[in-house]
Nanobody, 123 residues
Framework: QVQLVESGGGSVQAGGSLRLSCASY????????MGWFRQAPGKEREGVAT???????RYADSVKGRFTISQDNAKNTLYLQMNSLKPEDTAMYYC?????????????????WGQGTQVTVSS
């Protein structure tokens, strides 16, 4: 059974940085795609960044130039470096694994999800 465990969330002031980690367990083969999503209270879950098995990355327009997704295959760990944080980045952040579809933003294409880690950015 695949398990994803996020860590690294917290509270920071605007302009600050955080690095989220997502440790993966139980893989028998690597996923097609890993992604970071976020959900703010009262809003739908939205994609933030994805990374395909070949290393190709995509970012939501709202985080381009500020966030960087990366992965360490040897450690089965996914990262999200978040710089120049804004109050509108406040949300619960989730990592997710997609084993069957091409990388995309639709949450329904991701088979496994972590429990989430809270990021709060104050002005």
């Amino acid at each position: 059974q695949v398990q994803l465990v996020e860590s690294g969330g917290g509270s920071v002031q605007a302009g600050g940085s955080l690095r989220l980690s997502c440790a993966s367990y139980g893989y028998t083969y690597r996923p097609n795609c890993m992604g970071w999503f976020r959900q703010a209270p009262g809003k739908e879950r939205e994609g933030v960044a994805t990374i395909a098995g070949d290393g190709n990355t995509r970012y939501a327009d709202s985080v381009k130039g500020r966030f960087t997704i990366s992965q360490d295959n040897a450690k089965n760990t996914l990262y999200l470096q978040m710089n120049s944080l804004k109050p509108e980045d406040t949300a619960m952040y989730y990592c997710a694994a997609n084993f069957w579809a091409v990388c995309g933003w639709a949450p329904t294409t991701y088979n496994y999800w972590g429990q989430g880690t809270q990021v709060t950015v104050s002005s």
